[in-house]
């Protein structure tokens, strides 16, 4: 890195991009952008999709009446399974030789999380017109257990990635998230349910904990974004 500072004009030239650090920062970003996609786990990520969008419309590949059509279950079915997909989100089999590059480790996983939101949120909402319109639960509140869900998956990770020298989390991380799906449907003590039904009384309280769970997973994520300033080992790497 060379740096010459002349005064007000001080100007930077970081792996060999010269200007504002505005200029460099969009220099490096568009940079990433294609190797970034190219490393995306597509395959995982179309997985999952594929598999929640034939949840959501299983119904209508069995010709379930409106009247027992289970909106809100293929809704959240669909919703785990994209979130066993966005757990290979941050998959990298060759994350020890990128971890030497001068481009900080929340630069690159800010880009691949970029890449997936927009993907995201198309497929929640072909998810959702899958089922129809007079059966369909509140939109709002299976959106939020949807993106808590994803969050989770993201976070774990995160935290996978900066406490482990794993390249690629994703197994272990869709295996805690697949358990926890299932603990929370089937064994959660009734004053903490997180999975009622729409007329059931606690459905408001369900939600304000699903609300809970997302700011969490995104402030857990987020601080696992930084990159630790030395290298360590938390957890053991099975090799």
């Given at each position: 890195?060379?740096?010459?500072?002349?005064?007000?004009?001080?100007?930077?030239?970081?792996?060999?991009?010269?200007?504002?650090?505005?200029?460099?920062?969009?220099?490096?970003?568009r940079a990433l952008l294609r190797p970034v996609w190219?490393?995306?786990?597509r395959r995982a990520l179309a997985a999952g999709a594929?598999?929640?969008?034939?949840?959501?419309?299983?119904?209508?590949?069995?010709?379930?009446?409106?009247?027992?059509?289970?909106?809100?279950?293929?809704?959240?079915?669909?919703?785990?399974?994209?979130?066993?997909?966005?757990?290979?989100?941050?998959?990298?089999?060759?994350?020890?030789?990128?971890?030497?590059?001068?481009?900080?480790?929340?630069?690159?996983?800010?880009?691949?999380?970029?890449?997936?939101?927009?993907?995201?949120?198309?497929?929640?909402?072909?998810?959702?017109?899958?089922?129809?319109?007079?059966?369909?639960?509140?939109?709002?509140?299976?959106?939020?257990?949807?993106?808590?869900?994803?969050?989770?998956?993201?976070?774990?990770?995160?935290?996978?990635?900066?406490?482990?020298?794993?390249?690629?989390?994703?197994?272990?991380?869709?295996?805690?998230?697949?358990?926890?799906?299932?603990?929370?449907?089937?064994?959660?003590?009734?004053?903490?349910?997180?999975?009622?039904?729409?007329?059931?009384?606690?459905?408001?309280?369900?939600?304000?904990?699903?609300?809970?769970?997302?700011?969490?997973a995104v402030v857990v994520g987020a601080a696992a974004?930084?990159?630790?300033?030395?290298?360590?080992?938390?957890?053991?790497?099975?090799?």
């Open positions: 890195m060379r740096v010459a500072a002349h005064g007000e004009g001080a100007r930077s030239t970081v792996a060999g991009v010269s200007g504002p650090p505005t200029r460099r920062a969009y220099a490096v970003i190219r490393s995306l786990p594929a598999l929640g969008l034939l949840i959501a419309g299983a119904p209508w590949l069995l010709s379930v009446s409106r009247e027992g059509w289970p909106g809100l279950d293929v809704l959240r079915a669909a919703a785990l399974a994209f979130g066993l997909g966005l757990a290979f989100l941050l998959d990298d089999p060759a994350r020890h030789t990128t971890a030497a590059v001068p481009t900080r480790r929340p630069v690159r996983i800010g880009l691949r999380v970029a890449f997936a939101v927009p993907f995201a949120a198309l497929w929640w909402t072909g998810a959702l017109l899958l089922v129809p319109e007079d059966v369909r639960p509140p939109v709002g509140a299976v959106t939020l257990e949807a993106a808590a869900v994803a969050a989770l998956a993201l976070a774990g990770a995160a935290v996978v990635v900066r406490c482990t020298e794993a390249a690629e989390p994703g197994v272990a991380v869709a295996g805690v998230l697949l358990g926890t799906g299932l603990y929370a449907a089937l064994l959660v003590p009734d004053r903490w349910a997180l999975v009622v039904p729409v007329n059931d009384p606690r459905w408001g309280g369900a939600h304000d904990r699903w609300a809970g769970i997302l700011v969490v974004w930084v990159e630790p300033l030395r290298r360590r080992t938390v957890l053991p790497v099975r090799r």
